[in-house]
């Protein structure tokens, strides 16, 4: 049975910096494409970043370029999204999901088929 389990959320200063996990059990991380997305209060949630199954393809948000890097350890089946220069608008629930489609790295929702539970990170003074 295949899970996804965020952790590494928490409360920060803007500008500051936090790496959250992704484990995942029940199947071998390289199998799989992993996106990370986010959600904030009364709004939709959005695509943040996602590496393929290899972690040679990689992609980000415009809003995110250049302050989070997504990276894996498919040895310990655990992908990270460190995240720095943390903004107030960085605040949101942080999920992490997987595909079965090994190249698969992009924005589209539907094609990530398993979900995890999310964290929470508060970006604030």
């Known amino acids: 049975q295949l899970q996804l389990v965020e952790s590494g959320g928490g409360l920060v200063q803007p500008g500051g910096s936090l790496r959250l996990s992704c484990a995942v059990s029940?199947?071998?991380?390289?199998?799989?494409?992993i996106g990370w997305f986010r959600q904030a209060p009364g709004q939709e949630r959005e695509w943040v970043a996602c590496?393929?199954?290899?972690?040679?393809?990689?992609n980000y948000a415009d809003s995110v370029k250049g302050r989070f890097t997504i990276f894996r350890d498919n040895a310990k089946n655990t992908v990270y999204l460190q995240m720095n220069s943390l903004k107030p608008e960085d605040t949101g629930v942080y999920y992490c999901?997987?595909?079965?489609?090994?190249?698969?790295?992009?924005?589209?929702?539907?094609?990530?088929?398993?979900w995890g539970q999310g964290t929470q990170v508060t970006v604030s003074s």
């Open positions: 999901a997987a595909s079965t489609d090994r190249g698969w790295c992009g924005l589209v929702r539907r094609m990530y088929d398993y």
């Open positions: 029940g199947f071998t991380l390289d199998y799989y494409a």
């Open positions: 590496t393929s199954s290899s972690g040679g393809n990689k």
